[in-house]
């Protein structure tokens, strides 16, 4: 990039690494393409972004992204509003949904909480959720589907302190050995959750 | 994403897929962590999309991309206007401005030729070269600075046949060792270039 003396071509390169992920060379490479073979894709991505980022807000109730006051999912009435299945993100949620089994409500934490950071660097949906759950007359049972990993296991911990405060029953996501998998290929932290909870047959 | 019902969100992640390299996963990645985290971001990249898709052009002269007419390296008076260094790249030229010793000019060919591919599926700067090699009269040296891979070698073989249909002089970059090397480490494809090109020192 040293050798050209071009303001915005600069800028755009520049702007391309405030994206997660991408740094100088992949933001040279994707401004290049985008500028030798697909400029209507850069005009496209531009309008997208704007509209996004004007209108684009937390769902009132699960706190995901949506346009309206309120998600689809959240004003369907046909979903439980006795159950709330609380996951890190909209993919986790959409993996759930794909599962074609729950029929409660959701809340969406937009991340996880991190132990050892102070309390304002938490997930965003952290103090939506409390209030969420303090308020909400119809709720019986937080189910945590967080993932088992360090910070979504000190998530779990925490979601289980608030919702038992409360009188809910908590529950959580079963570990244990996943479909079509052969034990050879298994971890031993999952053989042995899968042992510990074993079930009869 | 499939549980939300955002139709800008969507076309968001739709739109970031147009980047290469980027596939739906990191596409939603994006769009959260923009409009999560860093919407002024997601203002500025807007921004700089639409004004580098309106304003980048090519340089008339080595084709690299540019705001004006010409390029500020290809204007400089101080380049020798004799010795003419083909890279694939902005990249690649920026690389050899690095080095600090190459006072000539450049041509920046936007990609590499593919040789079992048709013409028009060319380097965009093919042609452009062709044009500026046959009518550039100050001009004595193709100096070739392609990479050392197939299509890089495949170019610099087509080059080698344009400069020396037009009586210049072709040269290419030594391939050898490079510096801090131990020869423990070196490729074997390596280490035969630089003992077949030895020099008596």
Chains 1, 2 share one sequence.
Not at 46 to 59: F, G, I, K, T
Not at 191 to 201: E, G, Q
């Amino acid at each position: 990039m040293a050798a050209t003396d071009d303001g915005s071509l600069q800028r755009l390169v520049g702007a391309l690494q405030r994206l997660p992920g991408v740094g100088v060379r992949s933001a040279a490479r994707m401004a290049y393409h985008l500028l030798l073979h697909d400029r209507s894709g850069a005009l496209e991505l531009a309008h997208a972004l704007r509209q996004a980022a004007e209108s684009v807000r937390h769902c009132a109730l699960c706190h995901t992204l949506c346009e309206q006051e309120v998600c689809a999912t959240c004003a369907d009435p046909n979903r439980d509003a006795s159950q709330l299945c609380v996951v890190e993100n909209p993919a986790d949620q959409a993996a759930m949904e794909r599962a074609g089994i729950y029929q409660g409500r959701y809340f969406v934490l937009m991340g996880r909480l991190r132990p050892l950071e102070p309390q304002d660097a938490q997930a965003p949906g952290w103090h939506a959720l409390q209030q969420r759950v303090q308020t909400d007359a119809a709720l019986r049972e937080l189910i945590v589907a967080t993932s088992f990993t360090v910070e979504g296991e000190a998530t779990a911990h925490a979601l289980a302190q608030l919702g038992r405060a409360l009188g809910l029953r908590v529950t959580r996501l079963a570990r244990g050995v996943p479909l079509g998998s052969e034990l050879e290929f298994v971890d031993p932290g999952t053989l042995a959750h899968a042992l510990a909870d074993r079930r009869p047959v």
